[in-house]
């Protein structure tokens, strides 16, 4: 709150000196730099609607970002994902979150120095504030921009607007309710900003994104590229109306003691005392509200996969494992596509992300057998949980935990052959035993690898997902994909199910919709509510990984077994230190193990408010547990 404050201070002492319709020039098209502190004026701010347009990059630049970058210190310069069941961290630094903080219990209100930084979210350090006071630097001062297009000023108000939502829509769900500040705040002002409920931070995006939609396009292309659209702030009202309508925030019973005081505590982290239908009825609604725009305006689908098998006898084309990966991977990592919803930037630089990259070569951070095993085979059945992993060639060529030998397969190294034989979505999110990895070269993730490749603590699994198999791979404008319509589909078939009483036939379309991309079968008719919902977690489970959607999912739903069943992996061991085509495998427990396993605490669903801010006085206050 310092920083807000402070920043809109320099501001003031421009007015002043003010010195109308000059033109504004800016280094890295205004992105790198915040406005206010070139000198400028706010009439030279808003010269022109190009000008103004640089005030509001500033707002988008700011919007919430998942990827290792110096931007954005989150978690110590670790990733959200290692603090679910998908992934463990062995980056054992000063300042490493998951590993400093999560898995020994020690996150609390006071942490400082290097600590600092190494939670989930740190309020009061974190850009959400800057991008929504950006936003609102834009709102009130736009109409001084001379003779606009009322039509482009009217859109960029609205791109104002989702760029605020967008930031409340990141912090509500990290710490519940926030002080809403919902003006430019200006340096005389008393410094009295009360924590706003629960309910009322929910309220406030749903009307920022109602008041928004009327006035964007449904979609934008070329040059416009990555700017806010109606199905951006449509997309974001149902994630995050699923989000407060479910049980942890929308139940009879709190979901932590000290939740139980309401007055005091309660109202700020929950929805309301009683459990309340409406809100899925409200979801539902911004559902429908989705569906009835892009069965109007169209233009959004799923990437999807391009076949390039040829069957030699009838000449027909098919799919084949490596073409649904490749389209699982662009409806991601691409920008641009009719897949995308919301994408952040930071920069053009295809080696931005290469600290994603560092996280693996220099640490044994890795994914976990939990999650792999809940992968499915190509044909839809279930990976069996009692797989037998001394003797997998028992279970059959078509059943190997990976790949099969085919020799129609994709040709690897050492004129070794492999065919996938589970849901392409395994292979893009993580790095199995025998898959080519980030240079071409099967992942060093066995034990024997040649050194110094393998790291200790590996559980057999690399991330695959934002490193990938080749620098061709990594050879595009990276971006933050904050929302795609494979979320938009997943949050609509759970809205209907939950506010219906059970899965309608919309339902069961939107969630097959995204098994069908990557080749999987339709799941399974005549499903009960509790199983639908079931299923729906699991396809989120499967489709998300790495883009900060497993964790809030273990949250809303409470999902104890999530936080508490203790994590595994495999000892791999290759046939050779180097491309090793075969393998044998060993279980092991995943390394470091997590206080959670017999310490579980829900305290756990929401940050810590950092102590020194409370203490600034301004309203904000504590989260139950801490």
């Not at 389209?327 to 919301?342: C, H, L, P, V």
């Not at 989120?540 to 409470?558: A, N, T, Y």
Request: aromatic letters at 12%; hydrophobic letters at 35%.
């Amino acid at each position: 709150m310092k920083r807000f404050i402070q920043i809109f201070a320099i501001l003031a002492m421009t007015v002043a000196g003010s010195a109308a319709c000059e033109s504004l020039k800016l280094g890295d098209e205004g992105l790198s730099k915040a406005p206010e502190t070139s000198g400028a004026t706010l009439d030279t701010l808003f010269a022109t609607l190009k000008d103004a347009d640089k005030v509001l990059a500033t707002a988008y630049y700011n919007l919430p970002y998942g990827l290792i970058t110096d931007w954005d210190s989150k978690m110590g310069s670790d990733i959200l994902e290692s603090i679910t069941d998908h992934f463990v961290s062995n980056k054992h630094t000063e300042g490493d979150g998951p590993n400093d903080l999560y898995y020994t219990g020690a996150l609390g209100a006071n942490i400082s120095g290097d600590g600092a930084g190494g939670e989930t979210y740190r309020f009061g350090s974190e850009k959400d504030y800057t991008a929504i006071r950006y936003g609102w630097l834009f709102l009130e001062n736009a109409d001084r921009i001379p003779d606009p297009d009322p039509v482009q000023l009217a859109r960029k108000k609205a791109e104002a607007k989702m760029c605020i939502a967008i930031g409340y829509a990141n912090m509500v769900r990290y710490l519940g309710g926030v002080p809403l500040l919902k003006h430019a705040v200006q340096t005389d002002e008393k410094m009295v900003y009360p924590r706003n409920t629960f309910k009322e931070t929910i309220d406030y995006i749903v009307e920022l994104c109602d008041e928004a939609a009327p006035d964007l396009p449904w979609y934008v292309t070329g040059a416009e590229d990555g700017r806010l659209t109606k199905a951006a702030a449509l997309g974001l009202k149902l994630r995050i109306l699923c989000f407060a309508a479910s049980p942890t925030f929308n139940s009879n019973t709190p979901w932590h003691a000290d939740a139980a005081d309401w007055d005091n505590m309660g109202k700020y982290v929950s929805y309301g005392e009683k459990y309340d239908a409406s809100l899925w009825a409200s979801a539902k609604k911004a559902a429908d509200e989705f569906m009835g725009a892009w069965g109007t305006g169209g233009f959004y689908s799923l990437v999807s996969a391009v076949p390039t098998g040829v069957d030699p006898v009838t000449g027909t084309t098919f799919c084949q494992p490596a073409d649904y990966r490749l389209a699982y991977r662009k409806s991601y990592r691409d920008r641009g596509t009719t897949e995308t919803i919301i994408s952040t930037r930071k920069s053009n630089s295809s080696s931005y992300h290469n600290k994603n990259m560092k996280l693996q070569d220099d640490f044994g951070c890795s994914g976990t057998l939990n999650w792999v095993n809940r992968f499915p085979y190509a044909d839809g059945t279930p990976f069996p949980a009692d797989f037998d992993w001394d003797h997998p060639s028992a279970a059959g060529a078509d059943r190997q935990p990976f790949f099969k030998s085919d020799p129609a397969g994709d040709l690897k190294v050492d004129n070794a052959t492999f065919t996938e034989t589970r849901d392409p979505r395994l292979y893009e999110n993580l790095c199995v035993p025998g898959d080519l990895w980030k240079n071409g070269v099967v992942g060093a993730n066995y034990v024997n690898a040649k050194s110094p490749n393998f790291q200790d603590g590996n559980s057999g699994f690399l991330q695959m997902k934002f490193i990938y198999q080749t620098e061709a791979d990594r050879n595009v404008a990276p971006h933050w994909c904050l929302m795609r319509l494979a979320e938009v589909l997943l949050n609509a078939a759970e809205a209907y199910n939950e506010a219906d009483g059970g899965p309608s036939a919309e339902a069961y379309s939107w969630v097959n919709a995204v098994r069908a991309r990557v080749g999987l079968p339709a799941i399974a008719e005549g499903m009960s509510k509790e199983q639908f919902r079931e299923a729906v977690l699991l396809e989120r489970d499967l489709e998300f990984g790495f883009e900060e959607v497993r964790w809030f999912d273990m949250v809303r739903w409470g999902l104890t077994g999530a936080f508490t069943t203790k994590l595994q992996g495999l000892e791999v061991t290759g046939n050779k230190q180097k491309n090793a085509t075969s393998f044998t495998y060993k279980l092991k427990d995943a390394y470091p193990p997590r206080v959670w396993y017999n310490s579980w605490d829900t305290k756990w669903y929401l940050a810590p408010i950092p102590a020194v801010e409370i203490n600034k006085g301004y309203g904000m206050t504590q989260n139950p547990g801490w």
